[in-house]
């Protein structure tokens, strides 16, 4: 049997949509033209780059739990909907 530091998957293809969550890492986030934003979202040990093209949570920000619904493009997850944790639920 492999050990987990042994097995490596594949990324998801970029026509399937899918949820990753996480922590916004601190100085990542960066506001681009439009509603363009990018950020990076970390679980403590790894770090997905993201972009999203709309308007963020009220609560969302740095050092805060996300959970992102999108694709997995070119090694950025391209979110088409983005959740802020509020205590313990994503609003």
């Known amino acids: 049997m492999e050990s987990p530091s042994q ?7 970029p026509n399937e949509t899918f949820r990753i969550g996480g922590l916004v890492e601190d100085g990542t986030l960066v ?4 509603q363009v934003i990018s950020f990076s979202v970390t679980d403590g ?3 997905v780059h993201v972009t999203f093209d709309g308007v963020l949570p009220d609560l969302f920000a740095e050092n805060q739990g996300m959970v992102g619904t999108g694709r997995y493009v070119d090694g950025v997850f391209e979110a088409s909907e983005i959740l802020a944790k509020h205590d313990e639920n994503y609003m």
């Not at 506001?31 to 439009?34: E, F, I, N, P, Y």
């Open 7 to 13: 097995v490596t998957e594949a990324p998801p293809a």
């Open 31 to 34: 506001r681009g033209q439009g």
């Open 45 to 47: 040990g790894a770090s």
